[in-house]
């Protein structure tokens, strides 16, 4: 018989307890599959004595991780307690030098220490790898490291936290606020211990890195994504960019530019029309676009017990056939260091404003646009509300700089009421 991989797992919380019941109700299929059986030699978490529901018997049992990853029988640390630093860090780095091969789902620590990780397991000769850290269930890292593989690729586009995309669509269905959608998310149990991870777009931000690195071949740079939340995103400008056929997601983006590399994770207008405009509830999308492939859609669970662990058995499955790839689709040394481009590429913006109601004023805001560049698309005038009169501009293609000039610039023509705000058009 074929010798067993033998795997230790590091963490039996959502994805941890998922995976152990793949690989037992599975382990027929697993076998098959891999030409050799799929074992869990042992298995660590902080509270021995709980009630998982699952059948830990006749595995080891380490109450420290980092033994766990230097146990003899252990072939693989697959690590599944999360956190950038910490336990899951001290766990890899010993599993890497411990000569064992690492599956992980752990984005927070892929994006800030990614790049010596990768450089620790290439010298190592060991593998890392990590599908179940960018959106969950739907095979992304994959298809972008190895079905894509010959393409240059062009363009990364995501909606990546599931809790950003029920916050956003919730608000338009039921007609809410931002506040009392965000403390129903909470009550739900969707948002994680720190909310800002959610809401602020740095859970999502990390995704966009590890993309970006895989897709561009840079080294992880999370440090430079742009990042934005969706806090300040109104049921007004949900129901506006509405009317004017538009949807509002947590958008990442991630490309290649004469500028550098840019990789932004802010709210974005995208077509109603659109797969991602379509895109509703906690699920994720990832779009991406080569050169020689066109643009592809994958659209799936991006969290959860049971699309997570399937990501992370995809990965043993990978290493249990002797299918050894490097974490960021070429060997770490070879990962080039991208200069960030400050500023996003050109695009056209929604812009909202409250204008007096007095004669001229929408002539001085459109001067104002004019004098910085900016050109309008269109514009619509919404019924006065005293004493301001709503209006919305869509702008043809501009720089952010030209529009952020302009927007500085407003509130000297006397006409226009509080602050504009303003939200990128990306074309899908
Ligand atoms: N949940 C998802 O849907 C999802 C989706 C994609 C990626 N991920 C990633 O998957 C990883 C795990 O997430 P999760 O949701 O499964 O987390 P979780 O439910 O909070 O489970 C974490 C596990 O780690 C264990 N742990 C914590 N500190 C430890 C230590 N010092 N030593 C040993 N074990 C320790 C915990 O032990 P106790 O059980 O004894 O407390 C628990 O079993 C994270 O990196 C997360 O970002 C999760």
């Given at each position: ?14 994805v941890?307890?998922g ?8 382990a ?26 699952l ?5 080891g049992w ?7 990853a230097r146990?003899a029988d252990?072939?693989?640390l ?34 800030v220490h990614g ?5 620790a397991?290439?010298e ?10 960018v ?6 890292v994959?298809?972008l490291?190895?079905g ?10 995501g909606v ?6 029920y916050?956003?669509t919730?608000?338009e ?5 931002y506040d009392?959608?965000?403390?129903e ?17 740095i ?5 966009l890195?590890?993309?970006a690195?895989?897709g561009?071949g840079?080294?992880?740079?999370f ?14 400008d ?24 840019e990789?932004r ?7 109603e029309?659109?797969?991602l ?7 994720n999308m990832v ?5 020689a ?8 669970a ?8 399937s990501?992370?058995i ?11 790839l490097p ?9 080039v260091?991208?200069?960030p481009a ?15 109601d007095?004669p ?8 104002v ?27 043809h293609?501009?720089s952010?700089v ?9 509130p ?10 303003a939200?990128r058009?990306?074309?899908?």
């Amino acid at each position: 018989m074929a010798e067993p991989l033998r795997l230790g797992i590091a963490g039996l919380g959502t994805v941890g307890a998922g995976l152990v019941r793949i690989v037992q109700r599975h382990a027929g299929l697993l076998e098959t599959r891999a030409g050799r059986p799929i074992a869990i030699s042992a298995v660590s978490a902080r509270n021995r004595d709980k009630d998982r529901g699952l059948r830990l018997k006749g595995y080891g049992w380490e109450d420290d991780p980092v033994a766990l990853a230097r146990r003899a029988d252990v072939d693989v640390l697959v690590e599944l307690i999360g956190g950038t630093d910490g336990p899951a860090k001290a766990a890899t780095e010993a599993a890497i030098a411990a000569g064992k091969d690492v599956v992980t789902a752990n984005k927070a620590m892929l994006a800030v220490h990614g790049q010596a990780l990768a450089e620790a397991a290439d010298e190592a000769g060991r593998v890392i790898r990590f599908e179940a850290a960018v959106a969950g269930g739907i095979p992304v890292v994959k298809a972008l490291g190895e079905g894509l593989a010959g393409n240059e690729i062009k363009r990364i586009l995501g909606v990546m936290n599931g809790t950003c995309n029920y916050i956003l669509t919730r608000m338009e269905a039921a007609e809410l606020g931002y506040d009392e959608v965000f403390a129903e998310a909470s009550a739900l149990g969707y948002l994680e211990a720190d909310p800002e991870l959610d809401v602020g777009g740095i859970d999502a931000g990390h995704k966009l890195a590890l993309l970006a690195a895989i897709g561009f071949g840079g080294q992880v740079s999370f440090g430079d994504v742009q990042l934005e939340g969706i806090q300040r995103i109104t049921i007004e400008d949900i129901h506006l960019a509405a009317d004017m056929g538009y949807k509002i997601k947590l958008l990442g983006v991630a490309s290649r530019t004469g500028r550098g590399l840019e990789q932004r994770m802010a709210p974005c207008l995208v077509p109603e029309t659109s797969p991602l405009g379509q895109l509703e509830g906690a699920t994720n999308m990832v779009v991406l676009e080569g050169d020689a492939v066109g643009q592809i859609v994958m659209r799936g669970a991006g969290a959860g017990e049971g699309p997570t662990a399937s990501a992370v058995i995809g990965d043993i499955m990978d290493i249990a056939r002797g299918n050894r790839l490097p974490a960021f689709g070429c060997r770490a040394s070879d990962l080039v260091a991208y200069k960030p481009a400050h500023n996003a590429s050109p695009a056209p913006y929604y812009v909202r404003m409250k204008l007096k109601d007095q004669p001229g004023a929408l002539a001085k805001v459109a001067t104002v646009l004019g004098n910085a560049g900016v050109s309008i698309d269109r514009m619509r005038q919404y019924r006065h509300q005293d004493p301001a009169a709503p209006v919305l501009i869509v702008t043809h293609k501009t720089s952010p700089v030209a529009l952020a000039e302009a927007l500085a610039e407003l509130p000297n023509t006397g006409v226009v009421i509080g602050e504009p705000v303003a939200i990128r058009i990306e074309e899908v």
